[in-house]
């Protein structure tokens, strides 16, 4: 396996691979303006009274959800619209998901982060085409490949002259309906890139309630405690205010009320094994 240095690297105010833990949360999906707005300032607030470094987040299209039925969100056009508002509104970062290569040159110009998606972190294509914006790209390991398979997509969107990458651990397949976090696979993908701890997509139950993905919320502090202790970069959780009515993986998000205090725990870990 190659050997690369965890590299470091800012997006706007956020430093990523500089020891200081920092937080990617939002709703999973735009939901409506207005909404994503007021997870975004609540998120903020949240996170500037911590000082901890704070990148919103929220997806214009949830392209592959289990059910043709499920909401997708507000697509392209009016999402990246959203996007770059709150950025201008509130001076965060934000970052999106990317489905096809063809979006990402209009996804990159209202966002600071382009994200590939697990379940796209081989597309060839998809990863040179977000390279080329030039923005930081964070690859989700996808849930069927070995950490240290995750060479592969950092070496095609390094090929672009972008070394603003990072990786995301979000679990891996254990037979059907079901994910498991191994913690080996955070040291071994820092030796390729820096390291996210995704919360709330390792606790999901993919298509396990009748065309939409289960989860379970419960267990998010205890993996978010592991993930820091074993010195992950940042966290990803998926926040939301009422997750009974969310619109899209509502069953494995982090009920805005339990943030902070999940937060104020893990600087504390963090700052004990610094």
Known sequence: MANFMANTFEIGPVQVGAEKLFLIAGPCVIE????????ADAIQKITSDLHIPYIFKAS???????????FRGPGLHEGARILKAIAASTGLPVLTDVHEADQCAAVAEAVDVLQIPAFLCRQTDLLVAAGRTGRAVNIKKGQFVAPWDMQYPVEKLRSTGNERVFLTERGASFGYNNLVVDFRSLPVMRKLAPVVFDGTHSVQQPSAAHGVSGGQPEFIPLLARAAVAAGVDGLFLEVHDNPAEAKSDGANALDLKHLKPLLETLLAIHQAVR
């Open 32 to 39: 409506s303006e207005s909404h994503a707005r007021t997870m």
């Open 60 to 70: 214009f299209d949830k392209a592959n959800r289990t059910s043709v039925k499920s």
